[in-house]
């Protein structure tokens, strides 16, 4: 059959309801194609579109001519074309087209031969400096010196660790001070001198101390275990010099944390200083503040490290979203624009089966696909109706339904015309044609010629419910490809032949060869030796962490005093110093101020209106409050400074106190009874304002 009576023979069919036929319609569509294929390749990572000294293989150079001096979706590239291709090193062990033969799990390549579809975008990057030592240029001095700065530093590592290791025992004295008989601390002392770092161990142990009815304990250890926590994560720093306002100054870049740590700090200052008594009500209230707060930190923390786990680990060069091969040769340009299209594409990475759904199925030359395989395929395509797009197979199947074998083509145009449709300007290289199994020429019903000869490019066959598509040319299926005007029309064509086909897989010679465990994954990226290697550190660092190199020694007793402690620091400096009536004075003049807060609410100023108000409050007689209140304010006026601003009485001179100083006790007795006043007068919202 001639040309004309095929091309006679596709219009009928076209208008028999064959969905292609070219108007204004179509028109649309194909600018629409156009502006998908200029969206994908504005990508920087599509560097041969953008950089203009890009290298091209010689096989990417022979795109030059059809490319020609402009290209609006691919600007860059005619500027490479006008340097000479470069053979470009391919890496060892690469998997792309070097699976000549028979692979590893015994499978012939598709088309069983070597296929090259050119070194991959990683493969092309600018080699790195070489960083190895060399020692051959370095002169005789030099060289002896760098080594024996090498000896002396493993020298020094080594002589550290046998130290360690054969360090003798303490001197004899020290030994026998050590031998001495000594009072063995108490259970209470032992527990105290025990700092617990663990975070949960602490929880659990305030939960503890809350049973038995602890409740200072309980706190303290809710509240260190909050500590811990924060201190683990970096936001402060534990030391015995810092304060609990210290800690909450240290999270002013945090303001969440720091409102939450402040409320928590003020109820167990409240505790500690002896301004609120330790209960279940306050255990509880800093416990279900403190739980979330550490529980907070730890999902940070186990997101953060799934975080840097996942943003760590760059996807395989098979890949579709963040991998996949942008060098002029691979596919991962087609993939984007048969999404933007509406396909739902991807690069199968599983090994081939038949598939249970009408799909399209993209083979490309390196994938590993058995005779049984292809047996299974063709049934598919038969009785599920999937489509079957084969794309420069050196060798086709041997199937009697294809019957289709490929050639070297004499013919040197590069233009490609579709039966289907007289405008479109579709491109390839020279290179090879599609004859019938006995020589002949195709016969079917949407078929591409190259130039006006009668050499076929491609056939669309229908099989069963399903149909074949078979193109001599791999290269039709490249990013490159898209360069040219209307190749990606031209393959949006040939897969739209099946109605259905909205799902689009490439298999190449990714497909399959993924590790099915983790020990093949390891075994198969030669892995071993590292993992070996890092269980030996492992087990180095067990071994230095878990026993000692030296006699082990307490650690200095690292703690912080208390309130108490400094209020009693002070007491006795007053006894060393014999001021108990300064030390009176003092405490007289907080305890008058904080009297008249509590009762005197008439406005008279005075001992008299405070007196009375006193006795009318703790049922005392009024005289003796008043002898109790004289004293207090002689004792003030005896503890204040000359140069004090106490009003007009003390501008004149302190007043003698009514009774004769009777020394240590009676400054003592005074303290107790005015004491025993704010018991009787007490307010703790009072207190806890002026404190």
Known sequence: MSRRARLFAALVALSAGAPLARDARAEDVEENVHWDVRDVLEDDRYRFCHEDDYPLTPEEHAWCPIIAGSSDVCPELPAACKLPPVEVSR???????????????????????????????????????????????????????????LVVFFGGVIHALLKNLLRDRAPA???????????????????????????????????????????????????????????????????????????????RERPDLKVAMRSIVRDVEGVQFGVTPPSEPIFRAVMDRVVPLVSRALALALAAFGLSAALSCTPHGGGDEGGGDRSPSGTQAVLEVLKEQGFKARRRGEALTAPDRALALVVLPGAAIDDATWKDLFAWVSDKGGTLFLAGLPRLPDEVELGLRVAQDAETSTALAADWSRGLRASLPPGKRLVEANG???????????????STAGVVRRLGEGKVVVVADDRLVSNVSLAAPDNAQLFLDLLRFAPYATEVEIVDEWTGVGAETPFEAVREANLWPVIAQLFLLLALLYLWKGSAFARLRDPPAAGRRAFADHARALGLAYRRARASRHAAGLYASWALDRLRERVHKSGRRGLIPLAEAIAARTGRPEAEVMRVLVEASGAREDAAPASSLRGPESARGARPSPRARDGAAADLELVRELQGFLDATGQRTSDRKTT
């Open 91 to 149: 890496s060892a062990g690469s998997g792309r087209g070097g699976r000549g033969g028979r692979d590893a799990s015994g499978k012939h390549p598709a088309g069983g031969a070597p296929t090259d579809r050119g070194p991959t975008e990683d493969e092309r990057r600018r080699p790195w400096p070489d960083m190895r030592v060399d020692l051959s240029g370095m002169s005789f001095f030099a060289s002896v010196l760098f080594i024996g700065l």
């Open 173 to 251: 004295d020290e030994a026998k001070e050590e031998r001495a008989p000594v009072r063995g601390p108490t259970p209470e002392e032992t527990a105290r001198r025990e700092v617990e770092t663990d975070v949960q161990r602490l929880l659990a142990r305030a939960r503890s101390h809350a049973a038995r009815g602890d409740h200072a304990r309980a706190i303290d250890d809710a509240y260190a275990a909050l500590l811990r926590r924060l201190d683990g994560d970096g936001l402060i720093e534990i030391h015995p010099s810092r304060t609990n306002g210290d800690y909450v100054r240290s999270l």
């Open 440 to 454: 002949d020429e195709p016969e079917d019903l949407y078929m591409i010629f190259r130039g006006e000869s009668s």
